[in-house]
């Protein structure tokens, strides 16, 4: 019995083992793809089913299928469904953009920026000395629109919307603002804010107290150990003599960012240690100081503070006896390594697992705090002037009192008083 097999089947099954192969050769060995298909006959399986899937979707759908995306889908496809949480799979254009953002430096509008509640754009930190902060843009502004188009109007919405701040150096963007004062007054105010190349500010701090010091890394870059020396530097020449760090919504970054940032507090030793598949482990971020930083330390997490923030909160605790202080961090506990492949598209893999010297493994469980504290629901700490925190930032009062405890008030002696006021009546 002969078969037919139509020339867009045929070009369709080609396709789908060409990409198959990608993947298989490009993001995991063909020696572990082996080990997890164990026979020929769950190998047949799995391609039986995307040509099968191929077939119904080439026959039935009604539209034109897009090769490269297919492509693409597929391979995003597998890589969420091999069961890692943190694996991802980038396009070349992706991978660029997120190097670039861990470089630090950047070509943007100068703010941070996140979804409000009715749908637009609520910007929630501008950066010091960027085109939005030379423009008068501030952090609680909700933008309504962009270049004369409602946010909500876009045909993406938001995604679209947002998209438009991506943009080449020199290039204009018109923001339409929604401004909240502070006596309840709303003021609409438009913007032209050009895009231009900044550093990024992910190191900040201030003395609380005249004694206290407070540090707060947003995110790890390459310029964000440059920022912390400085302002390491700033804070004991200004007099403190006891440290806050505060990791909340800190997501991480790569562990040599960790390792330079560690080196200005932690003394010489392994730090961080990476337990592979094949049972080996080996130190991953070794401190070279040949002494500490000597003073009390305090750090602030939250169930945002992952991956190496999180690890440079327990390397503080294991190390400086720092004490912690919020809620359980996020427990990403694996290091991701990059495979590259032959189309500039990169695969990020979870191959190893990390920890400091009292953390063990840490992976879904996370840090928990020395002093479990809550911030009130509705306090967002991006948005508190530096009076305020002090005064309402339940975590960070916490850390105060920690970190350097305030000596009692000293309570009258009555009787003392009297005595005196008795030996100054004979005296007389």
């Known amino acids: 019995m002969s078969i037919k097999v139509s020339l867009g089947a045929a070009v369709g099954l080609m396709a789908i083992t060409a990409a198959v192969t990608f993947i298989i050769t490009s993001n995991v060995t063909l020696d572990r793809f082996n080990q997890k298909i164990k026979s020929v006959s769950e190998k047949q399986e799995f391609y039986s089913k995307l040509s099968e899937i191929d077939t119904y979707s080439r026959t039935h759908y009604i539209s034109e299928i897009d090769e490269s995306k297919l492509i693409e889908g597929m391979v995003s496809g597998y890589i969420s469904g091999i069961g890692d949480s943190y694996a991802e799979y980038l396009t070349a254009e992706q991978y660029a953009q997120e190097l670039n953002e861990e470089s630090g430096v950047s070509v943007g509008l100068g703010f941070n920026y996140e979804k409000e509640n009715g749908g637009y754009i609520k910007i929630t930190e501008v950066v010091p000395a960027s085109s939005a902060d030379d423009a008068g843009l501030m952090a609680g502004d909700i933008i309504t629109a962009v270049n004369n188009t409602d946010v909500i109007a876009f045909a993406g919405g938001y995604d679209e919307a947002v998209s438009l701040f991506s943009c080449e150096e020199g290039t204009r963007v018109k923001l339409y603002i929604k401004r909240t004062e502070e006596d309840g007054s709303t003021d609409f105010i438009t913007y032209d804010v050009t895009a231009q190349r900044t550093e990024k500010v992910t190191v900040t701090g201030r003395l609380l107290t005249p004694t206290q010091g407070y540090i707060r890394i947003a995110s790890f870059t390459d310029k964000t150990e440059a920022q912390l020396k400085a302002k390491l530097d700033e804070l004991i020449s200004a007099g403190a003599e006891g440290l806050i760090f505060d990791l909340r919504n800190n997501e991480g970054g790569t562990m040599s960012m960790l390792q330079s940032c560690l080196d200005h507090i932690i003394g010489a030793g392994d730090i961080v240690t ?155």
């Open 274 to 428: 990476a337990q592979y598949i094949s049972g080996s482990t080996e130190p991953v971020v070794v401190c070279t100081e040949a002494e500490k930083l000597n003073m009390p330390m305090s750090v602030i997490v939250n169930r945002n503070t992952a991956g190496t923030a999180e690890l440079f909160a327990f390397a503080l605790a294991d190390n400086c006896g720092a004490h912690t202080i919020g809620k359980n961090t996020a427990g990403k506990g694996y290091s991701q390594s990059v495979y590259t492949c032959s189309d500039g598209s990169v695969v990020k893999l979870s191959t190893a697992i990390v920890t400091t010297a009292n953390s063990g493994d840490f992976n879904g469980v996370g840090l928990k705090p020395e002093f479990d504290v809550s911030i009130p629901e509705d306090m967002d700490i991006t948005q508190l002037s530096d009076e305020a925190a002090v005064l309402t930032d339940t975590q960070l009062i916490k850390a105060m009192e920690v970190t350097i405890p305030q000596p009692e008030a000293a309570v009258p002696d009555e009787n003392a008083a009297e005595e005196a006021a008795s030996s100054e009546g004979a005296a007389e």
